[in-house]
């Protein structure tokens, strides 16, 4: 059959199969699909929590913050496109920093971006319990945490249908709050409803205001904003999509987020009507205040519902899909425990969702009250995962496939890779500290797993009999990474 009449299922199986793998995921994730999972992963209202915390921290020029993170992450995204046409496999940076560096690289790669996803669910749980404890005062956070995990745990079991149709319930329901916001606030800039509230473009940028310092730390804020566009690329042997489908959808999601948090931060920012600073304790519902301030505390009341909705359900749901897959991917490898590939009828990682599912009631339990830990490790697994992306992305084209594209293969990862590297330098000390532990908690995984097998694991090179569903040895063909490359 001629690659033109292929169907793209076919033309997907033939893919996966030349890395030595069956195809064992469910296909039924459209490119559109992908386009959702990431908008979902992302958040579209994700500045309603933290408005009043990035004001404070920018002198009220909250969108020139999205702004600037858009620009920085716009190299990681196109770093990750770059990857995923060239590795149209399911665990992220695992896959494509072992295939395009060395496996052990990829193994470290993959254990630091782990330990991202493995507590940015339990990081939404938590933030979920806290608002539930607002709306529920004396109720326990512990609680409200673990039926958030029962809930997302038994969606993703449900399969990957499931979990399509729950994002986008969620992401319609987001964007209609989105509307609302903006109806709420055109009408209550226009009609005078808040005392010297004005729509300006000094909201945006002014010069008095903007300092190197300000910028730093508002590059530091907004790279961390966008984390989650990336989990797009754990679904890669999901996707029906053409190849690079995944690459295009983390781009298209990106810039789709990032014009959500402009104007919604621009038209808070206005409502804000021009004060210095929040109260630090009122920094945290900031957003919600305005709301009401321009309406209602009954539509407050509805905003603050929907977040929690969003953080709670939505957002950690996604967080879930995109951790099994990746242990999944680790595991298929023989990196990870054997049984953390394994599937279900639905061909979905039961296993997987299941150990992150405990993992994830554990961690609430102890992580409770302690969000600023939490975000400092999650932000090193990411980043220390997204440099390791970069440096594959130059390995790959320009060293091993000679490419000659010095755009997008050495120009735009070294610029990733500075920009990464400078907010990961100037990371809290909590978060060094623990994601070098973690680092030294994965060597030690890695040699248990080398002196098991006598040798370094290798990836694509597993028995069809141990449970792991690959074939038995394939790498790619050499002029296909050539033909690649040169692109």
Not at 8 to 34: F, H, I, M, N, W
Not at 251 to 280: C, H, K, M, N, Y
Request: no cysteine; glycine share 10%; proline share 4%.
């Amino acid at each position: 059959m001629s690659e033109r009449t292929e169907s793209p299922e076919l033309s997907a199986q033939a893919q996966l199969e030349q890395y030595g793998y069956k195809q064992e995921l469910k296909r039924s994730v459209s490119t559109g699909d992908l386009l959702v999972y990431g908008l979902i992963f992302m958040v579209p209202i994700a500045p309603w929590t933290i408005f009043g915390t990035v004001y404070n921290a920018s002198s009220g020029l909250v969108p020139l913050v999205y702004l600037v993170g858009l620009v920085a992450m716009i190299f990681t995204a196109l770093a990750y496109a770059q990857m995923a046409k060239s590795i149209p496999l399911a665990g992220s940076v695992f896959s494509y920093v072992g295939r395009g560096i060395h496996p052990t690289v990829g193994f470290f790669a993959g254990w630091a971006i782990l330990l991202d996803y493995l507590l940015v669910p339990t990081l939404l749980y938590v933030f979920a319990a806290e608002s539930m404890v607002g709306i529920f005062p004396g109720t326990a956070r512990w609680m409200w945490a673990l039926i958030f995990v029962a809930i997302n745990t038994a969606v993703n079991l449900l399969g990957i249908t499931s979990l399509k149709l729950m994002n986008r319930v969620f992401l319609a329901i987001e964007v209609v709050f989105i509307v609302i916001f903006v109806i709420i606030a055109v009408t209550a800039l226009n009609g005078g409803t808040i005392p010297g509230a004005e729509f300006s473009v000094s909201q945006v940028w002014d010069p008095s205001k903007v300092t190197g310092p300000l910028i730093a730390s508002a590059l530091s804020i907004a790279v961390l904003s966008f984390l989650g566009f990336d989990g797009i690329s754990t679904l890669a042997e999901e996707s029906t999509g053409k190849r690079g489908g995944a690459g295009r959808a983390m781009i298209i999601a990106l810039v789709i987020v990032a014009f959500l948090f402009v104007l919604q931060t621009w038209l808070a920012s206005a409502l804000a009507a021009g004060r210095d600073s929040f109260p630090e304790g009122e920094a945290g519902n900031a957003f919600f205040d305005l709301v009401a301030q321009a309406s209602s505390s009954g539509w407050m009341t509805a905003f603050f519902v929907v977040n929690v909705l969003a953080v709670g359900i939505a957002n950690a749901m996604a967080a879930q899909a995109a951790t099994s897959r990746l242990l999944f991917s680790m595991s298929r490898d023989r990196q990870l425990p054997a049984v953390l590939s394994r599937l279900n009828s639905r061909q979905v990682p039961q296993a997987a969702i299941l150990v992150v599912s405990v993992l994830s009631a554990i961690l609430v339990l102890f992580f409770v009250g302690q969000i600023d830990v939490i975000s400092s490790l999650v932000n090193f697994g990411a980043l220390f995962g997204f440099m390791l992306l970069h440096l594959s992305v130059i390995w790959h084209y320009v060293v091993k496939g000679k490419s000659r594209n010095y755009l997008l293969h050495l120009v735009v990862p070294v610029v990733g890779f500075l920009i990464i590297g400078y907010v990961l330098v100037n990371a809290a000390p909590a978060a060094k500290i623990g994601g070098l532990v973690w680092l030294v908690v994965g060597a030690g995984v890695f040699l248990f797993y080398k002196i098991r097998g006598g040798a370094a694991p290798t990836l694509g090179q597993v028995d069809e009999g141990d449970g792991s569903g690959a074939a038995a040895t394939a790498t790619p063909a050499a002029d296909t990474l050539e033909k690649e490359a040169g692109r």
